[in-house]
């Protein structure tokens, strides 16, 4: 596979949660769009526009009602959770997601590790393997190399995505997904896992799926940017649009979706006021 | 003295159903309340098999086999049919009730007369001192038979625990730990944390139905009520062994969870050595259980050290 060929290819994804009731939510009405191997794609949108949604529904985390999704031409909608994840590295918006709290660092990495091989009787952690862990833990640069025996529970949520980010990169996933994944931290913080993420994709050329609310990481990573409104793909910017693109440009386009939703109903009111 | 050694026996054989219940409560957070089946399972399989005439190993072997198949219908009704994990284990627990006695017959089998794994263990005692039949230590007249039973037992358990320990710094082990400490996570490595719970239950119980099976074979008899108030005795010990060991590696809680088994058997012993109605015991044992379970409290209140503190 040569960068370029679509990976990822989601043809007309719908989901509706809790049909039929009070709480029926849209969030997905027929996406579209392809991903190209080593592209990284943000996700940006309003509040429950769908963009989390999407990438569970890649995922895995529930089945979709309509739709197909194809990753390297093969049909995955279908596909158990556990077995797609064979192919995807995920690093979630709460820090306490993404690792295991009450064991060791060393202990989650060596789960990390192990993934898509054969989980035997072997020992977990062998000398080999812990020095391999604290030779790349040392690039973190968080001082975490020291504290291989730590239950993950007792670290910051800084580290912890670190970590997470880390564990899931550690066998070359076909696709990173990334959900807010520096949402929960303090700023300072998430700028040091903004630059992990792009020393991590740069590095392997992974093709990556992030989710932000974070304008300012919409400009400065990524080669495309994804908007989703009301579980449509409303604009689809791409790497040379970009390339030029202000943070400033970003917030009008959301102006141009909110102020449309503002029109729809009011016209919705004055047409049933006409005419019913 | 012979009682102190009588309870150290019951103790180690209860501890399997300890390191059981440590499994599924404390590896999965899981509240399995199949214990009180599969225990009893497992002691009706054994004494069903020693009855007809088959070897005592394979009869330990299948009570085994047994706890560890309703350890897997509990997790089956719970991972796959989405059950509440109370209800699934009080499902099976009642099926196993009629299992229990379909399997036996009737409600008690006796095994006083038959061979068991205890008889072996009498065997090699005459054939090691061939000449006494008492031992006198510290002044106490001790049955050598009871002795030896007790350093069989011994070395069964420590070697039950140290392969427990292995299985769980594994590949497979770690992975089905992760799987009761976080799903998402391990599911996102790609585990299958379905069939992770139906295993560890299946280990779970597997223990406890050879826990009964031995019970059976040294009390001499298997009996389909002996099965009530196990899961909190379990617990009691569980919590026990937390109580002394304050610790994460899995190592050492198992070992707490053994110790406290023992530690709880000789408690109730001298309870009923001071004259305790044994038609309190349930009551005793779940007041016991109540104050075990405000132990770790107090623990810390008073800031009483445990034996092992590495809790970092």
Known sequence: MTTGDPILQIIDLQKTFHPGTPN????????????????????????????STLLNAVAGAFLPDAGKILLNRTDITRKKEHERALHFGRVFQNPFSGTAPDMTI????????????????????????????RERIKTLNMGMEDRLDTPIGKLSGGQRQALTLLMASWVKPEILLLDEHTAAL????????????????????????????????????????????QGRIVKDISADEKKNLKIRDLM???????????????MAEMLRQNYV | MSLLIGSLIIGLILSLLAMGVFISFRIFN??????????????AITAAVIQLDLHPLLATFLGFTGGFLAGMTTGVLHAKFKINSL????????????????????????LLTQTTLFTYVETLTRSVFPDSETVSLAGWN???????????????????????????????????????????????????????????????NGMIGLSGSLLAQYQGFADAQMGIGMLVWGLASVIIGEALINTRSVGLLIAGAIMGSVFFRILVAIALRLGMNPN????????????????????????????????R
């Open chain 1, 186 to 229: 303090d700023p300072k913080t998430a700028a040091k896992v903004v630059q992990l993420t792009r020393e991590i994709v740069e590095k392997d050329q992974l093709t990556t799926l992030m989710v932000t609310h974070s304008m300012q990481q919409a400009i400065h990573l990524g080669d495309r940017i994804l908007m989703l409104h």
């Open chain 1, 252 to 266: 009008d386009f959301f102006d141009e979706v909110r102020r449309k939703d503002l029109i729809d109903p009011a």
């Open chain 2, 142 to 204: 001790v049955q050598l038979r009871d002795l030896m039973t007790m350093v069989v037992l011994l070395i069964a358990i420590a070697l039950a625990g140290s392969i427990l320990r292995w299985f769980f710094r594994s590949h497979f082990g770690t992975a089905m730990r992760a799987t009761g400490n976080n799903q998402n996570m391990i599911r996102a490595l790609g585990v299958n944390t379905d069939w992770m719970i139906i295993l560890g239950l299946g280990l779970a």
């Open chain 2, 87 to 110: 209800l699934a284990g009080i499902l099976v627990m009642t099926a196993l009730y009629s299992v229990n006695l379909h399997v036996m017959g009737k409600s008690n089998i006796p």
């Open chain 2, 30 to 43: 899981f509240p399995d309340i199949t214990v009180e089946g599969s225990i009893t399972f497992g002691a």
């Open chain 2, 280 to 311: 309190d015991l349930k009551l005793i044992t779940a007041l016991f259980v109540l104050a075990a379970l405000v132990l770790p409290s107090l623990v810390k209140r008073f800031n009483i050290k445990p034996l092992v503190n590495d809790n």
């Open chain 1, 24 to 51: 029926e939510v849209k969030a997905l009405q027929g996406v579209s769009c392809e991903v190209r191997n080593g592209s990284f794609v943000i996700l940006v949108g309003t509040n429950g526009s769908g963009k």
């Open chain 1, 106 to 133: 060393a202990e989650n990495l060596a789960l990390a590790a192990r993934k898509g091989s054969f989980r035997g009787l072997g020992m977990a952690l062998t000398s080999r393997s812990i020095t391999a862990f």
